[in-house]
């Protein structure tokens, strides 16, 4: 698998820009999506020869200056740019931020009480490794019946990645298994052992589903957004999703889901026992 993170991340950010966007015109002769090299380049005031050496990862410590020129000629985000400057400092190696720890499989009390508190709504606690740690008795109707919380730990990504019933749950299961990766590959992926061998065990286990997403996606995650989840006795909804990352010693992630309509609303309220008309996603 490539090491090539801040190349693809260049690549795929150029491709998702129109010349609209940047106010270039489209051109009727124009193979290819988004941005060409050179378009860029000029856009940043950079040569073509230095684009092509940065997404081809044989220059992978651009300067500060250029950093910021490339930033703004993507037209990049908050988030995209926090990620950017993430896949600089990996590059220089020796040094993590999180050492030789291993995955935290540890829940503090406090956020046990959390979760405690966000009963009846469907919420779990995540691993840096999708490891399910700790879940609210919503999640458990919500998910339990549907298999995601078999094993010990539970594994979010194991489930999407090996499990047959997956693709029935997630009509939309591309997109899941997108996002997985994605979040999978935030921060060090490979440079962390721990991650490079769920990596590597789901290469082999789920082949080309998993493999061929890892050298095209980026580690940048939506934090948000919405997901279809046939649920095997309330039938399909449409859940809105809100991760809220806990400190860095934690090193884990909450993941909250909320009806994102009125169906999924009454359907929630059903399994998880709340009252009609109860909390929903706007």
Known sequence: MSDNELGLFLRTRREAVTPAEVGLP????RRTPGLRRSEVATLAGVSVEYVTRLEQGRDRRPSPQVLSALA??????????????????AADGGFTCRGEAGPSRTVRGTVRALLERLEPTPAVLLNRLSDQLAWT?????????????????????RFVFTDERAR?????????????????????????PHIALLADELALTAGTGFSERVESLPGLPRSTGVTRFAHPEAGELRLAHETLELPADDDQRLLVHLPADDAAAAALDRLTGRRPGGLRAV
């Not at 029935?168 to 996002?179: G, I, M, Q």
Request: aromatic letters at 6%; zero cysteines.
């Open 26 to 29: 489209a051109g009727s002769r």
């Open 168 to 192: 029935t749950l997630y009509p939309a299961w591309d997109l899941v298994a997108d996002e997985l990766v994605a979040t999978l590959k935030e921060g060090p992926f490979r440079a962390d």
């Open 72 to 89: 703004e000629a993507l037209r990049l985000a908050p988030a995209e740019r926090m990620h950017l400057h993430r896949l600089i400092k």
């Open 137 to 157: 008795d919503g999640y458990a109707r919500l998910a339990g019946s549907a298999g995601l919380l078999d094993g010990t730990p539970p594994n979010l990504a």
